[in-house]
């Protein structure tokens, strides 16, 4: 059965840091994985997708990498902001088309 | 286009009466998936269904829910006689293969 942990549960920082988001997977067969962010009281939205011949996957601000035979993947964000601030899911398909497996997500403060 | 639709966004159901959430995918979407959020708790999968079948429904509880995706219209997830347990958040993602969309979700709250 597969799992996904989010490792740290909670992290606060001082704006302008570089972080480092973990997650990590029971089962390394997975199809794809997915990087979330939440915002308190809403809904999902969808940062990067990895597929599962990929390695990394950018955007901006965001690097997320996938080493499948480790069951690991980071998130990266770069210069962090207070707008940054809400819960980041990591998330894995176990199949083209499947369900969404999800961890239970890093609350990310970033103070002022 | 527009995103991934749910109403209601919030919906106020007293012990033993009938919750309907709706979710319209993205036009062109043909897969849709629910799932819940139960306070302090992760997003943990309910159903999957595509145009008027139910391709995986192993995240249900046996009793009292039930999902729909019929040929026109939106999906709907149905929870009869409600108890206080089912007060989550209920979130409809789409999908036109692989990547999924997710709607703003509908809050769901039993007094």
């Known amino acids: 059965k597969q799992e996904v942990t989010q490792i740290p549960a909670a992290l606060s920082v001082p704006e302008g840091e570089n972080l480092v988001l973990n997650c990590s997977f029971t089962?390394?067969?997975?199809?794809?994985l997915q990087w979330f962010r939440q915002d308190p009281g809403k809904g999902l939205t969808s940062l990067l997708l990895?597929?599962?011949?990929?390695r990394e996957q950018t955007s901006g601000r965001l690097n997320a990498s996938l080493d499948k035979s480790s069951g690991r993947s980071t998130l990266y964000i770069a210069a962090s902001q207070p707008g940054d601030s809400a819960t980041y899911l990591c998330?894995?398909?176990?199949?083209?088309?499947?369900?969404?497996?999800f961890g239970q997500g890093t609350e990310l403060s970033v103070k002022p | 286009n527009a995103g991934v639709m749910q109403n209601p966004r919030h919906l106020v159901r007293r012990r033993g009466q009938e919750a309907r959430l709706r979710c319209s995918p993205m036009?062109?979407?043909?897969?849709v998936y629910w799932y819940r959020q139960l306070p302090e708790e992760g997003l943990k999968f309910m159903v999957y269904?595509?145009?008027?079948?139910?391709?995986?429904e192993s995240g249900m509880p046996k009793e009292r829910f039930s999902a729909e995706f019929p040929k026109e219209g939106p999906s709907i997830l149905r929870i009869q006689q409600v108890v206080r347990g089912d007060s989550a958040a209920y979130f409809c993602?789409?999908?036109?293969?692989?990547?999924?969309?997710f709607g703003p979700g509908t809050r769901l709250t039993v007094t």
């Open positions: 993602a789409s999908s036109p293969q692989e990547e999924q969309y």
């Open positions: 089962d390394s067969a997975i199809y794809n």
């Open positions: 990895i597929q599962s011949s990929q």
């Open positions: 998330a894995v398909y176990g199949d083209q088309g499947g369900k969404l497996i």
């Open positions: 036009k062109g979407h043909s897969h």
């Open positions: 269904l595509q145009k008027e079948n139910i391709i995986d």
